[in-house]
């Protein structure tokens, strides 16, 4: 049970977490993909909505520290977002950015939260299928990283 809930709980905060522990906790396939995609969603419920009050709290911390509110990755995110929409964040979102990462930025971007998991939900399931395809079929590679 406590494989099960660390693939799940790894899921929702670092999507290739999920993968990479249910192969080296010797997992099935679908109870690696299943758990990953649960926990990625689950991530994404949540912070669709409660996405804008973070963003907004984010800024308001930026501020006071004197950064700036705008840096580069903010704006090569929305210059995607832009060209590709709710795909292309969904599409970016398990590799590059984080579960919470992209859901908050397609909140901000007003993307209506209906549109958010069920472009995140394809997502999850194609880059999860993906990862631990090819993790498990280089397994000897994950034995290496994290022996036993």
């Known amino acids: ?7 799940f709980a790894l899921s929702m905060v670092k999507f290739l977490g999920g993968p990479l522990a249910g192969v080296s906790m010797d997992l099935p396939f679908g109870a690696t993909l299943g758990l990953t995609v649960a926990g990625m969603m689950t991530s994404v419920a949540v912070f669709s909505v409660v996405g804008a ?3 907004k709290w984010w800024a308001r911390r930026a501020r006071a520290r004197g950064k700036p509110v ?3 990755h903010s704006r090569r995110t929305v210059r995607v977002f832009q060209r590709f929409g709710i795909g292309g ?3 970016i979102t398990p590799l590059i950015l984080s579960p919470i990462v992209g859901t908050i930025i397609a909140t901000v971007l007003g993307v209506e939260r209906r549109r958010i998991l069920l472009h995140m939900l394809w997502s999850a399931v194609l880059w999860g299928a ?5 993790l498990m079929r280089f397994r000897f ?3 290496r990283l994290h022996p036993q």
């Not at 049970?1 to 693939?7: F, H, P, Q």
């Open 1 to 7: 049970m406590l494989k099960y809930l660390t693939v």
């Open 53 to 55: 009050s973070v963003s």
């Open 70 to 72: 705008f840096t580069t």
């Open 89 to 91: 964040i969904a599409f």
């Open 130 to 134: 993906a990862f631990t395809f090819v």
């Open 141 to 143: 590679l994950v034995d």
